[in-house]
């Protein structure tokens, strides 16, 4: 045999491998988000996320979700992994998760994302216990994209996420947003989405939160008990700007139910 097909041969078998495609694997890193240079507890990718502080970015979003949860368990900085958990959503696709900063001028994130076969994810704790973060400190979100009507969105899962503790399902759900401008008041309505990817008769309809005081950059935590129904449903979230104006977003989350 001539060295030109086993020169081949040997190419094919390296291109093949598992540590080669790993090279080119989609990386989970934000490209508009950039990581401190100094230290090595920058943004940047970490084998199976990526992970840490970023540069204070300049962004005028009025709203948006922040985190997303049913269970959050109080994590300290001993043990070397939490675990976020999801029940399985109705369609087996890729889920995107997120941890960021809540807390005033903490500018930390971790994105990775995990098979639509998996129900957890086992997160090294190394970068939260070298910047000694706290569970208040950061807010936690999980989504996949579905197809709603006729349109493909974001559906939101409610995440469990524990360090040594039991999961729990403690039919209850935490939303938190985070304004980035100061707001004068708060509305959520909420509703089943029907097949044909509208909301149907609403559970809840304008109620205004009536927390009285909605300071920029400061998180607004929205409990609420998850609907008893199995699907998916859908929330929008209006808000009064104090300067003047409203701003309303669209939340569409994967319910489990009873069943589950």
Same mark, same amino acid.
């Given at each position: 045999?001539? /060295?030109?097909?086993?020169?081949?041969?040997?190419? $094919?078998? $390296?291109?093949?491998?598992?540590?080669?495609? +790993?090279?080119? &694997?989609?990386?989970?890193?934000? *490209?508009?988000? *950039?990581?401190?240079?100094?230290?090595?507890?920058?943004?940047?990718?970490?084998?199976?996320?990526?992970?840490?502080?970023?540069?204070?970015?300049?962004?005028?979003?009025?709203?948006?979700? &922040?985190?997303?949860?049913?269970? $959050?368990?109080?994590?300290?900085?001993?043990?070397?992994?939490?675990?976020?958990?999801?029940?399985? *959503?109705? &369609?087996?696709?890729?889920? #995107?998760?997120?941890? #960021?900063?809540?807390?005033?001028?903490?500018?930390?994130?971790?994105?990775?994302?995990? +098979?639509?076969?998996?129900?957890?994810? &086992?997160?090294?704790?190394?970068?939260?216990? +070298?910047?000694? @973060?706290?569970?208040?400190?950061?807010?936690?979100?999980?989504?996949?994209?579905? *197809? @709603?009507?006729?349109?493909?969105?974001?559906?939101?899962?409610?995440? /469990?996420?524990?360090?040594?503790?039991?999961?729990?399902?403690?039919?209850? %759900?935490?939303?938190?947003?985070?304004?980035?401008?100061?707001?004068?008041?708060?509305?959520?309505?909420?509703?089943?989405?029907?097949?044909?990817?509208?909301?149907?008769?609403?559970?809840?309809?304008?109620?205004?939160?009536?927390?009285?005081?909605?300071?920029?950059? /400061? +998180?607004?935590?929205?409990?609420?008990?998850?609907?008893?129904?199995?699907?998916?449903? %859908?929330?929008?979230?209006?808000?009064?700007?104090?300067?003047?104006?409203?701003?309303?977003?669209?939340?569409?989350?994967?319910?489990?139910?009873?069943? #589950?």
């Amino acid at each position: 045999m001539s /060295r030109y097909p086993l020169v081949t041969l040997f190419l $094919f078998c $390296f291109l093949s491998s598992s540590s080669w495609r +790993s090279l080119f &694997a989609q990386s989970s890193c934000d *490209p508009a988000l *950039p990581g401190i240079k100094e230290g090595g507890l920058g943004y940047r990718d970490r084998g199976d996320r990526c992970e840490g502080l970023y540069i204070n970015p300049v962004s005028n979003t009025t709203l948006f979700v &922040a985190s997303f949860t049913e269970q $959050f368990e109080n994590f300290d900085n001993t043990g070397n992994t939490v675990l976020i958990e999801w029940d399985h *959503p109705p &369609a087996n696709k890729e889920i #995107q998760l997120r941890a #960021q900063g809540i807390k005033p001028r903490l500018y930390y994130r971790m994105d990775a994302s995990s +098979s639509g076969s998996n129900s957890f994810f &086992a997160w090294p704790a190394g970068v939260l216990t +070298s910047l000694n @973060i706290k569970r208040n400190d950061i807010g936690v979100t999980g989504k996949i994209k579905l *197809p @709603i009507g006729k349109t493909e969105r974001f559906v939101y899962l409610p995440l /469990r996420i524990r360090k040594q503790g039991e999961s729990k399902k403690t039919g209850s %759900y935490k939303l938190i947003l985070l304004p980035g401008v100061q707001l004068t008041e708060i509305y959520i309505s909420l509703a089943p989405v029907g097949q044909d990817g509208n909301p149907e008769k609403f559970i809840r309809t304008d109620e205004a939160l009536g927390y009285g005081y909605y300071p920029a950059e /400061r +998180s607004v935590e929205i409990p609420f008990a998850a609907p008893k129904n199995q699907g998916i449903f %859908y929330m929008k979230i209006g808000a009064k700007i104090k300067s003047g104006g409203t701003k309303a977003i669209e939340f569409w989350f994967y319910n489990p139910g009873n069943s #589950q």
